[in-house]
């Protein structure tokens, strides 16, 4: 069994190997890009291997956060919520709760709009993330910034 | 005592919006479960861990067709609060359950007339 490298290869084409993987690692899909690496992970992990593209979907949350133990937040996915094409799922993670999920919603054919808010818990400032799966498998995301000064998940 | 089942807690829901639905135009539901949402990382007085006790699942369905169906998990603030979109052709009736830790359940009927 060989270690070292194969010099019987032709020089020329493990320089094309090389160019092919820099291609690979560049052309990542961009919602990955400025995330922390715990989100990225999970973002990965409910891609499921297909591309996530930024856009389309619209975080709303307060930049500047006075008390982390209700905060609200709203996202909506721009789509006409038809038959043809509709929001599969919507998930938002977290990055530094010690568990990343914070909603998944799905939407009926009883939906109107595909809109949902609620309120959440961040115990500091962190990035948030929402993605959404359509229906002709396209899947989008938003990241989100949040300032926090009071936390939640502190001991009263 | 974690090996106790905790008491359930006393439930209380809110839901706003009902009653101004237009017919086949989305209308918003505000619907409000108070539920504190243990979220099973604090300690009591004693360093003894509070067990978990959330709501993790809430569904809403227009005469049993699901409008919304949520996934709720710790992050998710007390007393949790949705607001979702509903597009309703005629009067019917909306349900809204939730499920939770210790075989928690909870199911709110709501009658519409859209107008």
Redesign the interface.
Known sequence: MKHGPDLNRPRRQLLGAAGGLWLALTTRPAAAVSAPETLQAMVRAWAGGRPVTPGRVLLDVPPLVENGNAVPISVRVDSPLTAAEFVQEIVVFNEKNPQRDVVRVRFGPASGRAQVDTRIRLATSQQLVALARLSDGSQWSAHVDVIVTLAACIEP | MADQTPPQPRVRTLIHGTDTLKRG???EL?ITLGHPME?G???DGYGNVVPRSIATRFEC???G??????????????N?????????DGPGTLSFEWWGDWGFHHRETRAIQPT
């Open positions: 135009v989305p209308g505000r979220n990382m604090r300690h369905k227009l005469d067709v699901l409008v919304l169906a949520a996934d709720l998990y710790p992050a998710v603030a007390a949790p609060y949705i607001a979702l979109w509903v597009r309703a």
